[in-house]
């Protein structure tokens, strides 16, 4: 009988196991999509649209699980990240390298849509956003981002 307990210990370890592989391959799977450099397409604050001028200097740069944010000339975000697509939403952590929040944790979600991907992130050391919404008042940042030509 003891056998037998520990053979259905082994399957269910190695089951354990072949899930997380999944889950790491799926994760591998999202931030391979998210390689490259990509344009903002539409971006809020706090509920309030990033103007015209802005948005058209806006540039993300994706290398492995780093990514940095710019616009024009001026650093906003350079973190190391990670990814979890078993959730409901998506999502992802920031952790800020470099820029205005250094130090700081970003958590957030995303969405793939073809060829543009869409985050939503709360303010440093905040709650996950549970939605895309970003309406004023929630300190939610929402970016939609299109793949660069």
Same mark, same amino acid.
């Given at each position: $009988?003891?056998?037998?307990?520990? !053979?259905? =210990? ?23 999509? $998210?390689? &490259?450099?990509?344009? $903002? @397409?539409? &971006? ?5 649209? $990033?103007? /015209?001028?802005?948005?058209? #200097?806006?540039?993300? @740069?994706?290398?492995?699980?780093? #990514? #940095? ?6 650093? !906003? ?5 990670? @990814? ?24 957030? !979600? ?6 543009? @991907?869409?985050?939503? =992130?709360? /303010? ?7 939605? =895309? ?17």
């Amino acid at each position: $009988m003891k056998t037998l307990s520990r !053979i259905g =210990f082994v399957c269910i370890v190695v089951l354990a196991g072949s899930a997380a592989g999944e889950e790491s391959d799926a994760a591998k799977a999202d931030i391979a999509k $998210m390689q &490259g450099a990509w344009k $903002m @397409v539409s &971006g809020s604050a706090d509920g309030v649209a $990033m103007p /015209a001028e802005l948005l058209a #200097t806006a540039k993300r @740069v994706c290398k492995g699980n780093e #990514t #940095t944010v710019t616009l024009g000339e001026t650093l !906003i975000l350079q973190a190391t990240f990670t @990814v979890d697509p078993t959730k409901v939403p998506k999502t992802i952590d920031y952790k800020a390298t470099d820029g205005p929040t250094k130090g700081k944790t970003h958590l957030g !979600i995303y969405e793939f849509d073809g060829e543009t @991907v869409k985050y939503c =992130f709360a /303010a440093p050391d905040a709650e996950r956003p549970s939605d =895309f919404a970003g309406k004023s008042g929630s300190k939610h940042t929402v970016s939609i981002w299109q793949r660069g030509k």
